[in-house]
């Protein structure tokens, strides 16, 4: 069993609009960093966006700025991230990821992640 959960994934169109879920049992995530990763078929992962568990600072890789959105909502132990604007290149499988590491800014280093989703696909395709 995964300790964080992703969803909210599935077919969109090009320009349309996604929200993905991560949720965990056990542990609040408002102690953690978190962070979105993706990777796409034949191509290594990642990092999308993530935000920090000290100031809640975010950050997001340039493809997606502007267009992604990551958030918290503590009461229901969630983090999203919204994507509008989606466009094919961003298909892929996205992971959430905890970092406990206590962070002012957020890192999009994969192997700094203690606890992962089992990802949820994401097609953008008409």
């Known amino acids: 069993q995964y300790p964080l959960v992703e969803s909210g994934g599935g077919l969109v169109q090009p320009g349309g609009s996604l929200r993905l879920s991560c949720t965990a049992s056990?542990?609040?995530?408002?102690?953690?960093?978190i962070g979105w990763f993706r990777q796409a078929p034949g191509k290594e992962r990642e990092g999308v966006s993530c935000?920090?568990?000290?100031?809640?600072?975010?950050n997001y890789v340039d493809s997606v700025k502007g267009r992604f959105t990551i958030s918290r909502d503590n009461a229901k132990n969630t983090v999203y991230l919204q994507m509008n604007g989606a466009k094919p290149e961003n298909t892929a499988v996205y992971y959430c990821?905890?970092?406990?590491?206590?962070?002012?800014?957020?890192?999009?280093?994969?192997?700094?992640?203690?606890?992962w989703g089992q990802g949820t696909q994401v097609t953008v395709s008409s």
């Open positions: 935000i920090s568990n000290i100031d809640e600072n975010t």
């Open positions: 990821a905890a970092d406990n590491e206590p962070r002012r800014v957020c890192v999009f280093r994969w192997y700094d992640y203690d606890y």
């Open positions: 056990g542990f609040s995530l408002d102690d953690y960093a």
